[in-house]
């Protein structure tokens, strides 16, 4: 159950980004990310995805976010993150494809413990991916949040566009 609310202060965890060599095929090197001392002081949109690759965030969730860059960006915000429950070589190389590097900063929480720590993961189990971040986009201010939004289903809530209206 999502625990986290308009209001709190987001947990502390440590996800894991990368350098992001621009060449596709090129490995990432992968960083720790420590989220506290990454976002204090910053505006942050984060939204994370149940996995890279999967139509419903590749063809939906993350180009929305690389279309309305700019304009979300023009509102003072400071990063756009992305993240996942994959690791941090898919991410990597899906921000790569995608043409988010530079934009979007893609960031794995592998094993969907900082995702957890706000009850915003799901079992997907039954499909064989295992546990997972539920659907969902986040606004942050001094690592407050100011909006929050999860999708049970589709792109709706979390979606770029919505996340833009909500700045
Ligand atoms: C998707 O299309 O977004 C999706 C597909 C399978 C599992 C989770 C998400």
């Not at 894991?16 to 990432?28: H, Q, R």
């Not at 993240?83 to 969907?112: C, F, P, T």
């Not at 957890?116 to 189990?125: A, E, R």
Request: hydrophobic share 45%; with cysteine.
């Amino acid at each position: 159950m999502v625990s986290v609310k308009v209001g709190d202060k987001i947990p502390d965890g440590v996800l894991k980004g990368s350098s992001n060599p621009e060449e596709v095929s090129a490995c990432a090197v992968v960083v720790n990310y420590p989220i506290h001392e990454k976002w204090a002081g910053k505006k942050v949109v984060v939204f994370a995805v149940p996995g890279a690759f999967t139509p419903g965030c590749h063809i939906q969730h993350l180009p929305g976010f690389i279309e309305h860059y700019q304009e979300i960006k023009a509102k003072g915000v400071d990063i756009i993150a992305c993240i996942s429950a994959n690791d941090a070589y898919v991410l990597d190389a899906w921000g790569k494809h995608s043409g988010a590097s530079g934009k979007i900063e893609m960031l794995s929480d592998g094993l969907a413990a900082w995702t957890g720590s706000m009850g915003l993961t799901k079992d997907l189990s039954a499909i064989g991916f295992g546990l997972r971040t539920e659907r969902f986009a986040m606004y942050l201010d001094d690592l407050v949040v100011k909006y929050l939004g999860v999708d049970a289903k589709g792109v709706s809530l979390s979606s770029a566009s919505t996340v833009l209206a909500s700045l």
